[in-house]
């Protein structure tokens, strides 16, 4: 959560916020030492009234910034805490029941009566769901929600499918939250024809360049630019992995632990029982040679070793504008043992592009690996 305190010329006070939270896409959050009106202003410069209840009140952070205007002293303004703690992503598996364990917090110095409403997904119910709590003071209750979930449950190509909870916080607060569901990948048999994961969208980019006016001809415009189609499977011995990456320029002046400033793909893993994360980079050098890299490697795991077990194969095809990496990550090489792969593992990645000038952006599937390194925002891979 991130929030910043300003005095408005009005004399009013002026609350941003925003949540980095990774799994809700807002939480609701309590203000006390309100000794007047309120009101949320979006980025846009809508005013929303917001009730206040005893010299408090409750707002909803969410990952756009929004501001609450105020009226009080600035010294007796008191963030109040989150009614909700949410943390980690809720993940799925389709074809069985998957339980999603959201906790509930009374931040107020009174009873606290919490009415729940859950609406799913299509392909998604919930079962025994619970619909109210009464919270005593300072209460905090983990609350597991039974999800049914079809076999044929497959979230929206751009958008993910979303679990909502309509949400009533005694007179301070009516809203909804929502969860994005994120079904369990299993791997088959061999590499796929259907890809695992298709990157081309906007939403999925991080830019890297300035925005200045000088730098607009680096920002990502399309996916022609830069996108992938990423296909993972799985022999006796290895993880297979291929991505088909659509590059209008292929640049890759460097090598080793510098590999990710130029075009490369980096492949972040957290495997159960590991102390520490897998960082692996794939890369097409400058002489049309692969190089396969280890950046990170948990506790006990030679990063040296285990890059020079993985086979790795690039080509590039100059008028199709695509560059095809082809490996196989040894299981013994990162320690993926037959508990730990029906148990499920964390894997994420993003592809670097590079045109010549500077790391311009990445594209990639989840957050945690250029902004920071986060496995809980990862999808979960099932080796069944």
Request: net charge neutral.
């Amino acid at each position: 959560m991130e929030a910043f305190l300003f005095r408005g010329r009005d004399g009013k006070l002026l609350l941003a916020v925003w949540s980095n939270d990774a799994g809700a896409d807002s939480i609701p959050l309590r203000l006390a030492g309100v000794t007047g009106a309120a009101a949320e202003i979006d980025l846009f410069g809508n005013v929303t009234p917001l009730p206040v209840w005893r010299g408090e009140l409750a707002f909803k952070a969410g990952r756009r910034p929004a501001t609450v205007r105020v009226e009080a002293d600035a010294a007796g303004l008191q963030p109040g805490g989150a009614f909700l703690r949410s943390g980690a992503e809720f993940t799925v598996t389709p074809g069985s029941e998957s339980t999603v364990t959201p906790e509930f917090v009374n931040p107020t110095g009174r009873p606290l009566a919490v009415k729940l409403a859950w609406k799913t997904p299509a392909g998604v119910t919930v079962r025994d769901a619970v619909r109210s709590l009464r919270l005593k003071p300072g209460e905090a209750r983990k609350v597991p929600v039974r999800l049914a979930v079809a076999e044929t449950f497959t979230p929206p190509e751009r958008e993910p499918a979303v679990l909502q909870l309509g949400l009533e916080l005694g007179a301070l607060w009516k809203g909804s939250v929502g969860w994005p569901l994120h079904p369990v990948v299993r791997l088959a048999q061999g590499v796929p024809r259907t890809p695992t994961f298709v990157l081309r969208d906007a939403s999925q980019v991080i830019p890297f360049v300035p925005n200045v006016p000088d730098k607009a001809h680096l920002f990502w415009k399309n996916a022609a630019d830069l996108s992938a189609e990423i296909r993972l499977g799985r022999d006796k011995e290895a993880l297979l992995f291929e991505a088909a990456v659509t590059d209008d320029v292929h640049h890759q002046p460097y090598a080793g632990a510098e590999a990710w400033k130029g075009d490369n793909i980096q492949i972040a893993m957290k495997l159960p029982g590991q102390n520490g994360l897998w960082e692996l980079g794939l890369s097409r050098l400058r002489d049309n040679s692969g190089e396969a890299f280890c950046w990170l490697a948990p506790a006990g795991f030679p990063a040296e070793k285990t890059a020079a077990a993985i086979r790795l194969e690039t080509s590039r095809d100059e008028r199709a504008k695509r560059t095809v990496y082809r490996a196989a990550i040894p299981f013994r090489a990162i320690g993926l043992t037959e508990a730990a792969a029906r148990r499920g593992f964390r894997f994420n990645l993003i592809v670097n592009d590079n045109d010549g000038e500077m790391r311009e952006s990445c594209i990639g599937i989840a957050p945690g690996i250029a902004e920071d390194k986060d496995p809980e925002r990862y999808p979960t891979l099932v080796i069944p």
